[in-house]
């Protein structure tokens, strides 16, 4: 009895021997992998092999078999910015697993297939799928456009209103001059990050080219560090993700949609008539900060001393907050005042004192107008008539945008 307890025992401690060091080889053989690999960006690592894979974050195995394996280590302390995900596609078995959350799939119409996207890359990479997939592609859809609002924008009504005011003494911000606006759209709240990755993730995947990729504490935080050339992309890109036509075309001709490149587009080159996003007119951008009162400094009213209350500004707390923590205007637009300044349209110019309808500013110039002050700006850039300017290649910490749309 003895000796058959000590048989069975022995066979444990074999066995349990046996996987420990063979588990050691196994993540000898990763370790190894690891070295012999191809670094082909930011930490991820491409490798074709033959046998067992350790994922040693987990503990979870898989036979790989003449496939690809991607991972995202992080640095050689297990730190990076998408630690222990991966993505893996057997050829022979034509499986696959991905983290939707960080890498999605996307259908490419431009490819006609789909195409995935790591977070922060610089690129799309292809998807192939071996075992022909049903959702391959994508079933023939007529596209209905919904009048009115898209979600997320509210509608700014038609007429008349007065553009500028005397501002202590600020000489471009005069003189007051009377501007009659079609109806418009423009979004309630300032973009965040997490729309600008969902749209900048289809955008690459659809042959769009950026300088910057935005930055923001959170998703529903305002997306900022983002210069005006890749905000206008973006915007045609948004529109072309929802099936609406885009507004920006590379010239006159309106023939080719604005993608890629730093181009100094000219008003003409703008289809102002279509149910796409784009940036709002300065003009456009005022009367909607002013929520519909009249001749008033801020979008509230007058009075400045309760501004702790109405609005992010100054250096207190000294960063963007998450939209919408602040009372909404008379338009029920938030963060109109502060959090970050805004782009809009037009190129930055001298007013004139004719009356207007629908201006979009001068033809040409060196900087772009953005409004509406911001975390950083004292409280009275705030103001609906106080004007900002930078050069259009600049993306700064303290710009962000809202989109805008034609109302149809």
């Known amino acids: 009895m003895k000796a058959t307890s000590f048989s069975v025992l022995s066979s444990v401690w074999v066995a349990f021997l046996l996987f420990f060091f063979g588990i050691n080889s196994l993540r000898a053989q990763t370790d190894q992998a690891f070295e012999d690999a191809t670094n082909l960006e930011d930490n991820w690592y491409h490798l074709d ?7 040693s974050d987990n503990d979870w195995i898989y036979h790989l078999e003449h496939g ?32 939707s959350r960080k890498y999605p799939y996307i259908y490419s119409p431009t490819h006609q297939n789909w195409l995935w996207y790591v977070l922060g890359s610089s690129n799309p990479r292809w998807f192939y799928c071996f075992c022909n ?25 038609a007429g008349a209103f007065n553009m500028g005011q005397v501002l202590n003494g600020a000489h471009y911000s005069v003189p007051e001059h009377t501007v009659t606006l079609d109806s418009f759209h423009i979004g309630t709240h300032e973009v965040t990050k997490e729309l600008w990755d969902e749209v900048y993730a289809w955008a690459l995947c659809n042959d769009y080219v950026f300088d910057n990729l935005g930055k923001a504490e959170s998703g529903s935080h305002p997306v900022s560090d983002i210069n005006w050339y890749d905000v206008v992309k973006w915007c045609n890109a948004y529109s072309q993700m929802e099936h609406r036509n885009p507004a920006y075309y590379t010239d006159a001709t309106k023939t080719e949609v604005y993608k890629t490149g730093n181009l100094e587009l000219s008003n003409d080159a703008v289809d102002w008539s279509v ?22 400094m801020y979008p509230w009213g007058d009075g400045s001393s309760e501004a702790a209350t109405k609005l992010n500004y100054g250096t207190t707390p000294g960063k963007a907050l998450v939209v919408g923590q602040f009372a909404s205007n008379g338009f029920a637009l938030y963060d109109i005042a502060g959090n970050l300044g805004e782009w809009t349209w037009d190129w930055y110019g001298a007013y004139s004192a004719d009356s207007q309808s629908n201006p979009r500013g001068p033809e040409s110039g060196t900087d772009r107008v953005y409004r509406g002050g911001s975390w950083w700006h004292d409280i009275y850039r705030a103001r609906c008539a106080d004007r900002s300017e930078t050069k259009p290649w600049n993306p700064l910490t303290i710009l962000g945008f809202r989109v805008a749309s034609t109302a149809q």
């Open 275 to 296: 149910n796409g996003y784009r940036l709002p007119t300065e003009a456009e951008w005022e009367k909607a900060s002013r929520g519909g009162l009249v001749g008033k």
């Open 133 to 157: 997939c049903s959702w391959e592609s994508l079933p023939a859809t007529v596209w209905v456009i919904p009048s009115g609002p898209p979600p997320g924008l509210v509608e700014i009504p």
């Open 49 to 55: 092999w033959f046998g067992y894979f350790m994922i």
């Open 68 to 99: 690809w394996m991607y991972l995202s280590w992080g640095d050689k302390d297990g730190l990076g910015r998408v630690k222990g995900e991966f993505w893996l596609h057997d050829m022979d078995m034509g499986w696959w697993w991905i983290n």
